[in-house]
């Protein structure tokens, strides 16, 4: 019961879609493997790694493309001609070639992925230091502030609220933007 409750939590929505690659990993290899000797559909088996890229890792991508390798074999081995004929042998090796490029993309893509989530924190971090929160009072207005997401990560910004006691609720939007941007608006 407990490994349940674990696998749940851990579950997300892109784990369904590994199904894709495997599943054509699955349909290539018995396709192929019943279909006539002069049909070679193998080299979709390339497509596998190449998906598994857009929900994956670097690890990942490498374990679908171990797997499309093993199920290259099976095809080679399953079609007349043991052992493997020259055109098996490149198809696995253009297969391993490309699962490695795939693998290495994703990996660069992931370490920079993470500098740049460091780089984030600290701009977030030196804009709490640099911008001084809102007073709770201008005069006889109550003020409340708080920031929004989901504009470019170059600008950052506050939703300014102010609350007159006789007046309804009027806000104004702030943008407030970095300094080596706005430089090189004005061509500092």
């Not at 879609?17 to 290539?28: M, N, Q, R």
């Not at 042998?89 to 391993?96: D, G, K, Y």
């Not at 920079?112 to 207005?141: C, I, K, M």
Request: proline share 6%; glycine share 6%; net charge positive.
């Amino acid at each position: 019961m407990r490994l349940k409750r674990e696998f749940r939590r851990s579950w997300q929505p892109r784990h369904a879609l590994l199904a894709l690659p495997l599943c054509l990993i699955a349909v290539v290899t018995v396709v192929d493997t019943l279909a006539p000797p002069d049909v070679h559909l193998g080299p979709l088996l390339v497509a596998a790694p190449a998906v598994t890229a857009a929900i994956g890792g670097a690890r990942l991508v490498a374990a679908v493309g171990a797997l499309a390798v093993v199920a290259q074999l099976v095809i080679g081995v399953a079609r007349p001609g043991w052992p493997l004929t020259l055109n098996h042998e490149m198809q696995i090796l253009s297969l391993a070639i490309v699962t490695a490029v795939i693998a290495t993309f994703c990996y660069l893509r992931e370490r920079r992925q993470r500098e740049l989530a460091q780089v984030r924190s600290v701009s977030e971090a030196a804009q709490r230091v640099v911008l001084r929160p809102l007073p709770s009072r201008l005069g006889p207005l109550k003020v409340a502030c708080g920031c929004r997401k989901g504009l470019p990560s170059w600008s950052g910004c506050m939703v300014v609220f102010v609350e007159r006691s006789a007046e309804a609720v009027a806000s104004a939007y702030v943008q407030v933007g970095d300094l080596a941007r706005i430089g090189d608006r004005l061509g500092v």
